[in-house]
Structures are given as C-alpha cells and as structure tokens.
C-alpha cells in the first residue's frame, strides 16, 4: 500500500505558475513511477505528466513546454511546475503512482485543485 499525499493547488491567473507536489509513503520500494493526471468538469482524468524511477518522462501534448515533472533524490516525492498557465488548465490535480508512462496505477492521492482565472 502506498498513501499519496498532495500540495500547491489554488487559484492563479492565465500566464501564472503554480509547483504541486506528491509525498509517498508506505511500501514505496514498488512504485516503478509515478504521475499527475487531472480531471476537469464534465471530462475523463487524463494524464498530465508521468516520471519513471529511472527518470523517464512523458508528457500530455497539452502541457509540453510549459509543465515540468521532477522528482526529489529519494525518488518519494514528485513535483510538478507549471508555468504559462491557461484556463482550460483548471481542473483538480490527482497523484498517481504504481503504473507505467502510459498507465496509471493504483494508488490516488486525494486531489487538489487547480484554478486558472483571471
């Protein structure tokens, strides 16, 4: 079992930045990566950014360029930086961990929310 807990959400304006961050515990030597996805009213939750143990990366044709994916040396917290915010960027932000590049695992955290607006 692995228990994710997540940070940096809130309200910002087009153009701003925002850091999240995802602190695992628990059994975390099984965790091969480790993502974001969000979710949006009314839209399927849909991967943002994935990191590998290795430090493989995968982004959302959406957010490249502008979010970036990192993780700290014990490989047991992963951030995102997003930069160059937009509107069609709000939605709430989910932890994931246990899966693939492409595939999320079964581990959520419980989510923040994410607001662009001016």
């Known amino acids: 079992q692995v228990q994710l807990v997540e940070s940096g959400g809130g309200l910002v304006q087009p153009g701003g930045s925002l850091r999240l961050s995802c602190a695992a515990s628990?059994?975390?030597?099984?965790?091969?990566?480790m993502g974001w996805y969000r979710q949006a009213p009314g839209k399927q939750r849909e991967l943002v950014a994935a990191?590998?143990?290795?430090?493989?990366?995968k982004y959302a044709d959406s957010v490249k360029g502008r979010f970036t994916i990192s993780r700290d040396n014990t490989k047991t917290t992963v951030y995102l930086q997003m930069n160059s915010l937009k509107p069609e960027d709000t939605a709430i932000y989910y932890c994931?961990?246990?899966?693939?590049?492409?595939?999320?695992?079964?581990?959520w955290g419980q989510g923040t929310q994410v607001t662009v607006s001016s």
């Open positions: 994931n961990s246990g899966g693939t590049l492409v595939r999320p695992g079964d581990s």
């Open positions: 628990g059994s975390i030597f099984s965790i091969y990566a």
């Open positions: 990191i590998t143990r290795g430090g493989q990366t």
